[in-house]
């Protein structure tokens, strides 16, 4: 069978001697599929650091992929940064949303959200905030942010679009091996 | 290609341009008649078509304002959405997967097969199979579709091998790549299949049959056929007789024109068609055109419907090729003995990542979300698609509060699964599940109905004007010089993918048509 090439398009070393310093740090960073620092979160206009910190850790709590980079997660959460610039309700939407949330990890573990050290700890305050406004938004917008970004498909074996490539009918429509015979 | 006047009282009037507008336009239009098709969406080529799902649904799906209602799941998941389909010239035949199977003799006749079903609003349909068979015929033809007319099936993909082993291994016999109008060699002027594999995002080598680049420029051709993209009908008006006289319409600038004709046919697929009836209420009408039973907007049927995914250990890659090419007709007979009346085909079908993400199971999170995501490349995909009980309180309504951009109420859907519907579905999920477990399915996920891709019933046809909004020929029994022409005037939904059907009563209502204008009764 033809399988999906899973490795991310760039290579570490061509883009580290490329010409591209401008570009931001999420966007390299998302290209790339590179581990990234936190610079992504200090360009922010609008939202603390500290804010899109949680976000990143929410988002990775709320559909973890541990085959995913942390750029990818950063490339579907930074968005929110542009929404809370332009429109007051959702700035506080999400500084009223991390603070209750980091309330719920003070409660029960001494530390902010960020800090509680296992998934299913984290999983279990989320659960207490799930229906609210700020969570819903937050999950809702990720289904596409984090599920319709390109760079993500080949890390799940799914190839996009196919029509400019003549289709399957020479790419593996029907190359399946393993089946037993019928 | 023809233009008619505003005030050219002599044409025939057709809103929508899908299986049943686009099919009658090209009809009609074949045998002399001047026909004037008012299509609320844009004209997109195939060639503009996107091989991307959420773009794609930006691009075509109708997302104007819906309101919904009742205990059916898509209220809550999606509650603005109630049907996916298409707002563009060639209706949702643009985006429809290409499963063209004809109704069994019992499926039109429900009442006398299943009896009577408490909940249940069921009706004869006051035509047979038998009737219909010559029709079908021709309809199989036009479309090309597989396995009819020595037409040979599609190639099977991965999806389907999936499918067939399992289905031959616990023992089902009738399993191939299904009767579809998809072109598996060259007809019609049109290619075959290239296993895009994007067959809801529009066939960008027009290899499935859509009316957008069939019937539509063959009806074009004739001289006859105006088909007038954007623009959007408002209401259909009437003369003091309570014959039809033409119709209101907003077009492409949001002007208001009003264009006369002959005759008007209603194809604007089972949401919006019953809501223009409603829309166009008057002194002499106040219940709606056509309206006198009771009935319009009534019986809404959206098929009992699900899927069932499965991983494997290895790869499937699902989503490459026709991506509906693949059946089970085992279950689709009625048999009570399992339970409910009906039955229900098993299909292949896949999504890309994205809209598994969104519909696999709705507004869940965590890992157990996340597990099914990482098996996509390994995942085989069926759909369950089955008769669903017509029930006179699933309905559109207008919305009592909220207007369009025109001032005009929205539709209202609401829906209720009768038992019989939920008994099937926990059926066929079961039978579904074991398919795949026969051939080494490591999991298997019953995904909830996605919104409505089929929409059926709410102008039903009924031997009896009380019972329902047509006859037989689908002449509202009110109005006799308009005519509905899609899917909403389905007596009851059988098994199978409507499509076929729709396009089979839109060729023998030409006939209909036809004859009566040169009989001069209307």
Redesign the interface.
């Known amino acids: ?1 033809r ?2 090439d899973r490795r991310s398009k760039y290579d570490r070393r061509v883009f580290l001697k490329g010409a591209v310093a401008t570009a931001p740090a999420v966007a390299i960073a998302t290209s790339t599929g590179l581990g990234i620092t936190d610079a992504w979160a200090d360009e922010a206009s609008t939202l603390a650091p500290a804010t899109l910190k949680t976000l990143l850790k929410m988002a990775r ?5 541990d ?1 995913l980079a942390d750029s990818y997660y950063v490339t579907a959460i930074k968005p929110w940064d542009d929404k809370a610039a332009k429109d007051p309700a959702v700035k506080s939407l999400i500084n009223d949303g991390v603070a209750r949330l980091d309330q719920e990890a003070n409660d029960s573990h001494k530390m902010p959200y960020v800090q509680v050290a296992w998934e299913s700890d984290r ?1 279990a305050l989320l659960q207490r905030i ?1 229906h609210s406004d700020f969570f819903q938004k937050i ?1 809702g917008d990720l ?2 942010s ?3 970004n390109k760079e ?2 080949p890390k ?9 490539h ?4 020479k ?6 091996d ?3 015979k ?1 | 290609m023809a233009k008619f006047d505003l005030n050219d009282s002599g044409v025939v009037v057709i809103v929508g341009s899908g299986a049943g507008g686009g099919t009658l336009g090209n009809e009609l239009a074949q045998k002399g008649i001047k026909v004037v098709i008012l299509e609320a969406g844009p004209r997109i080529e195939n060639q503009d078509f996107i091989n991307d799902e959420w773009e794609s649904f930006g691009q075509l799906a109708w997302s104007d304002m819906r309101t919904t209602s009742g205990t059916w799941r898509v209220h809550k998941d999606f509650p603005n959405i109630p049907a996916w389909i298409v707002k563009a010239v060639g209706g949702s035949t643009v985006h429809w997967a290409g499963a063209s199977l004809r109704f069994d003799e019992h499926e039109f006749k429900t009442k006398s097969a299943y009896g009577n079903m408490p909940g249940a609003n069921l009706l004869d349909w006051p035509i047979t199979l038998a009737e219909m068979e010559p029709y079908y015929a021709k309809a199989e033809d036009k479309m090309g579709v597989t396995r009819t007319n020595g037409i040979p099936g599609l190639p099977g993909n991965n999806n389907f091998k999936v499918l067939e082993a399992g289905a031959k291994k616990l023992g089902y016999k009738e399993v191939h790549t299904g009767r579809m109008a998809i072109n598996s060699e060259p007809r019609d002027g049109r290619g075959s299949c290239q296993q895009i594999g994007f067959c809801f995002q529009g066939c960008k080598s027009g290899a499935k049959w859509s009316t957008l680049y069939t019937e539509i420029p063959k009806g074009e051709a004739t001289g006859n056929l105006e088909v007038r993209p954007s623009s959007m009908v408002i209401k259909i008006e009437h003369d003091q007789s309570g014959k039809v006289t033409g119709v209101v319409y907003a077009d492409a600038t949001g002007a208001m024109q009003r264009q006369k004709a002959r005759v008007v046919a209603v194809a604007g697929n089972s949401i919006e068609s019953p809501r223009l009836l409603l829309n166009s209420a008057s002194s002499m009408f106040p219940d709606g055109l056509a309206n006198s039973s009771g009935q319009v907007g009534r019986n809404y049927m959206r098929h009992m419907t699900g899927s069932v995914y499965a991983v494997f250990e290895k790869s499937v890659h699902m989503y490459r090729g026709t991506t509906m090419a693949g059946i089970i007709r085992d279950e689709a007979k009625n048999d009570p003995k399992r339970g409910f009346v009906g039955g229900y085909e098993m299909e292949t079908l896949s999504l890309g990542l994205p809209f598994m993400a969104a519909f696999l199971n709705p507004g869940a999170w965590g890992r157990s979300f996340t597990s099914a995501m990482d098996g996509y490349s390994r995942m085989a995909g069926m759909w369950l698609v089955g008769e669903d009980m017509p029930r006179e309180t699933n309905r559109v309504t207008l919305d009592p509060t909220i207007k369009d951009k025109f001032g005009m109420p929205v539709a209202s859907v609401h829906f209720d699964d009768h038992p019989n519907d939920v008994a099937m579905r926990e059926h066929a999920y079961k039978q579904g599940a074991a398919v795949y477990e026969a051939v080494g399915a490591t999991v298997t996920y019953p995904t909830p109905p996605y919104p409505s891709t089929h929409n059926m019933g709410t102008n039903r046809m009924s031997e009896k004007p009380r019972d329902g909004v047509v006859n037989k020929f689908g002449q509202t029994h009110d109005i006799k010089n308009l005519f509905v022409s899609d899917g909403s005037q389905f007596t009851s939904g059988a098994a199978c993918n409507p499509t076929l059907t729709i396009v089979s009563l839109a060729i023998r209502q030409a006939d209909t048509i036809a004859g009566a204008m040169q009989r001069k009764e209307i």
């Open positions: 069978m399988e999906v709590d709320i559909y973890p992929h085959m999983v799930e999950r289904i596409v984090l599920y319709n993500v498909w799940f074996g799914y190839e996009g679009s196919s029509a400019e003549g289709g399957y009918i790419r593996g429509f029907a190359d399946i393993w089946l037993p019928a």
